[in-house]
DNA sequence: AAAGACACCTGGGAGC
DNA sequence: TGCTCCCAGGTGTCTT
């Protein structure tokens, strides 16, 4: 679920009911994340303001009085929007409880999920090495070109690695390969500029669109669903391993490249 | 230095 | 029905 449109419409759903309130309580059930929840922060958080919710790569962020609270999904989270009175389901293991009655749930059945504490003045090491955001000018052709000189990466392994880049995860990473043309398994230092300038307009096309699309289901997600889809009949590649092109009709195949699934087109992507 | 392997954890689906 | 095995949206860290 959580890849960068859904951690956006994340922030996007929860800031109406998190900024400018007070957080009165901050109830932890299983501290035990993918870092274990700061006891102190029981204890710290309540009273401080929310002043503004932002997002950097895929991490939430709640600037607060005294520092921000780092919320990340991992594979399996989401925040939703709930009143007091709703039962707290098994995988419930955070709540910010709202002055104005408000709860932002954390859920997360995997717990590969974080939520960490930053003071002011300061940058968690988990941020420090991050590269740019995908949709700002700093993620250019001259920049990743930079970035592919030389390797020998899969072109795929490397604009998912957050030093390069952030927030492209393996299902973005295999739509935009696919409508770039590039096959996932070439080497980085193997694709030319002009190729590389097209997948940098395609990572960003297709994850300004995914965002719009997602903040379609804004209503729903407030509404307590919480399960934004990502709109699987319009993905070309990802999840279609063995069914045929929807462009050529060739027969879409897998291979594994650092761990991960990559679907991809033998006549489409080269 | 770069690239690959492994780790964390639960649930769902396939296959027997 | 039920058991076992494999896979899954992420990413830091350890090993070659």
New binding site residues.
Partial sequence: ???LPEVETTCRGIAPYTESQTLSEFIVRQP?L?WPIPEILCDQLPGQKVHRVRRR??YILLEMDHGELLI?L???GSLRVVTVDEPVG??DHVDLVMSNGSVIRFCD????GTVLWQASQSIHP?LQTLGPEPLSDAFNTDYLYGCCLG????IK?RIMD?HVVVGV???YASEALFAAGIDPRRAAGRISKKRLDRLVQEVKRILDYAITRGGTTLRDFVGGDGKPG?FQQELYVYGRKDELCKVCNSQLKEVRL????SVYCPSCQR
């Fill in positions: 679920m959580p890849e035990q993918r790569a895929k990340h991992g594979m399996s098994k995988h059945p995997r717990r590969f988990l390797r020998k990466q899969s392994q957050n995860g393996n299902i990502y650092g761990q991960r699934s």
